[in-house]
């Protein structure tokens, strides 16, 4: 039972990252229909403008300010930086191919996933940068913690999950409840009747990416959080970020949510219960389960079939 | 019209092809069989990780390597140009094959430093052997590599540094013998370095009759934390022959946040004080601390001046051996031809008669009869202390 609990908070910690990141797919592609393949890479930007806030806020061990402070505003440096990151990303490879082929923004996608990843390479070099978030109040974030059972769930795992809930909360609410979210609404539906009713349809999606990128970032910082982050780090995460997107349902909002959590859940109970000549290839089997998706269920969990009009 | 343009295009691109080859072929035969002029500059290229997840290694490596080439040729009487070829750890073997073509096609190249990795060794001596050149590693300590029936290197590879052939069993034997182990995880990423070492030590421990759990991880993992759930609760350690510090970091802390108490014990590849610094934790790598070598003072002394700032670590050192050793084979060969290099396989002929006093690394260095290893090389074991230091301890 203490496995079970155990790989549980594993899997919701490891998918309320997923959730994030595949919010920020389903944004776009519900809005635009265009899987932002540059997603990933956003995040994995979001992780270093968290790294670099940190330091020049004193790093883990000598903070300028309190603990609380300091988490809150790397996390809102990563989120502002990534969604002027999104806004660059939008006019300058996205706009311009907006009523081209659907083939031609998708590549553009391509070439800013790789144009991102090499510019940190060659800015910042290959190697792993560490939050050292244990050396940031002596530990306590990683010792200290709720207990279930004989299972301690530390308070860096708590801040993760509540902090992604919490931005989860706020984008259903932003986009059901006010006026921004209903013409984004609008703008999914329909692009040309959103345009004929008055919406400035280029600020909505401009909204959007903003809006995504800035959950990337956010991602990004509560993923590096707990592990390493480097240059080459949001190739593999993103994509499972899609997939999360997928199997939630892309385009859906309550999808990505759950996709992001099954897939965490997914992952952290392969890794813990497979054999290990198994439990290796628990990225295999993550595929495998996008694949099966895309087989039987393409329009994921929470996705409506698409229907055509013969 | 279209299939003539076609049939002359097909001509063209095969005729380019065939040029190429022939190119290749005779600048191979051009480069072994020409003499080069000691008199000249010569060059001898560096193969290593200088970007990726191992970079931490090759550019710690790449500081000592310039140090050396800039200090010690003019004491040999030679003019050495160093070339850097990059090596990243997660493209495989393909930049190292490309380098190696490269570098065997340029006939001043008289020596390899390197390849730094094992992956990089397997899939490029064949190819340096057959060009005749020499190639030295400071840090490819995989066993097959000049060991067993099918080695994975050539008779034109040598290592300055001990292979996992002694880095396991030292391991193993030292958690048996000094810290009592009764339950040990095994680790393992899915490509040589680690497998080879794990086990190694997996070996090891269970000829000691230590209970071992075997457990395998894809390379791509950066969260552990459904692997720390499978480390059993009275599990003194865990092996983690990483190549990457920052992972071996995060499985101490995951194991601290879960509450296990087993140790992780890290191999050469997780050697960097300033990212692997789990108090407690333990390192072993194929060289000692050199701040602590009297002899290594004033060489110390003039690689800080020319890298301020720089922490001293332990890859590098190995690195000015390599070309300590290197050098002094080249002057041997250059001596025999009277001040030319006949044919590059004179330096593979004399690196054995190469035999160093004062050795950065402690003692004096030679190479083993028996194999291209050097005699007598030990592994060192490193404790983290609560400061994030390594001591040492075995």
Redesign the interface.
Known sequence: MDTFIQLTVNGLTLGSVYALIALGYTLVYGILKLLNFAHGDVFMVGSFIGFGTLQALGGATDPVVPVWLLLVTVTAAAMAGCALLGVAIERFAYRPLRDAPRIAPLISALGVSFFLANSMQLLFGARQRDYDIFSLSNGDLYLKGLDIGNVKVPLLRLIVIASAFVLMVVLWLLVTRTRTGKAMRATSFDREAAAMMGIDIDRVIVFTFVLGSALAGAAGVMYSLRVPTSASVGFLVGLKGFTAAVIGGIGSIPGAMAGGLALGFAEGYLQGYLPPEWARWSDLFVFVILILFMLFRPQGLFGRPDIKKV | MKKAIALALVAGAAAIVAATAVAQSSGKASAAASPVSCSGTLKIAFVTPL???A??LG?EQLTWAKYAVKTIPPTLGLKIRLLTGDT?V?QGSAPAQSLAQKYVADARVVGILGPSTSGAVAATSQTYFDAGLAHVSPSATRTSLTKGDKKEATPAFFRVIPGDYIQGPSDANFMIEKLKVKKVVVLDF?EPYSVGLADAVERTLKKGGVST??????N????F???V??VPNDADVVFFPTQ????A??FA??L????KTAKVFGGDGSNDAS?FK?AGSYVSNFAPDITGIAADAAILAGWKKDNPGTPVGSFGPPSYGAVQVLLNAIKLACNQGDGKINDRRDVIRNMKKVKLNNWILGGNFRFSTKSNDPLNAKFYIFQIQSNGSYKLVG
Do not use: H, N
């Open positions: 970007t990726g997840g970079s931490f550019t990243p997660e899915q759990t075997r457990l395998s991880i894809a791509t993992v950066t969260d934390s459904s692997f759930t499978k990457k510090p920052g992972d970091q995060t802390k995951q601290l946040e879960q509450g990212t789990t």
